[in-house]
């Protein structure tokens, strides 16, 4: 059983064009995450939700939208998208520290 | 201001020889420190963990980890290395807030 997933893996898409990645936890956990990688591999968090409620907002272009229907799930919402843009995002989630990532989402923007 | 150093960014092992990769933190207070792994193409994977008691703390795969308060560090070490240990490694530094800080990475390159 998958812990941590997100979907889709690979996102092809054009500038200016506004997609969704999508995550999903089956472990109970209180608290999700939503991290970028870059293309050097340095990982930087972006959002975190505990509850459902942002708790975590680091300086993020507000084109990035998190969005969390409820506990397991935590959606990432981006307008407008630019060539910076492309990286692969995980999604974690944690009760307490101990954090689980997903597979990530590798978005390219042409 | 928290923040965590991996001072190599890329590490060139023989197979079956021993390894470290370094860690160093700062931080005010009681760290809470973590080791994931990425595999190629793959999400994080959890190592280890310290958060307090015994400063050797041991992980899956056969890494252990030790924590030095005197050095802020946190070095990861393996006995013996396996070809399936390449990998990037990243350094993780918690609050209790809950903000995580990772390091930059340290790419594991494993010769046959």
């Known amino acids: 059983d998958t812990a941590v997933s997100q979907t889709p893996k690979y996102l092809v898409t054009q500038m200016g064009n506004d997609k969704s990645i999508k995550c999903e936890q089956n472990?109970?956990?209180?608290?999700m995450y939503w991290y970028k990688q870059d293309s050097k591999k340095f990982l930087k968090i972006m959002f975190s939700?505990?509850?459902?409620?942002?708790?975590i907002n680091e300086t993020v272009p507000n084109r990035f939208s998190p969005k969390s229907p409820d506990k397991a799930h935590l959606n990432l919402h981006i307008n407008s998208l630019e060539l910076g843009d492309s990286a692969v995002y995980f999604c974690?989630?944690?009760?307490?520290?101990?954090?689980?990532f997903g597979p990530g989402t590798r978005l390219t923007v042409t | 201001a928290q923040s965590v150093t991996q001072p190599d960014i890329h590490i060139t092992v023989s197979e079956g020889a021993s390894l470290e990769l370094r860690c160093n933190y700062s931080?005010?207070?009681?760290?809470?420190l973590f080791w994931y792994v990425q595999s190629p193409g793959q999400g994080l994977q959890l190592l280890l963990k310290?958060?307090?008691?015994?400063?050797l703390v041991q992980g899956i795969k056969g890494f252990e980890a030790e924590f030095k308060r005197s050095q802020s560090s946190f070095n990861l070490r393996k006995p013996s290395v396996h070809w399936s240990d390449a990998a990037e490694y990243f350094c993780?530094?918690?609050?209790?807030?809950?903000?995580?800080?990772f390091g930059d990475g340290t790419t594991l390159t494993v010769k046959p």
């Open positions: 472990l109970g956990h209180d608290t």
């Open positions: 993780a530094f918690n609050t209790n807030a809950g903000k995580s800080t």
């Open positions: 939700y505990n509850n459902k409620e942002l708790i």
């Open positions: 931080y005010g207070a009681t760290p809470y």
């Open positions: 310290y958060f307090s008691g015994d400063t």
């Open positions: 974690a989630s944690s009760r307490g520290l101990e954090q689980y």
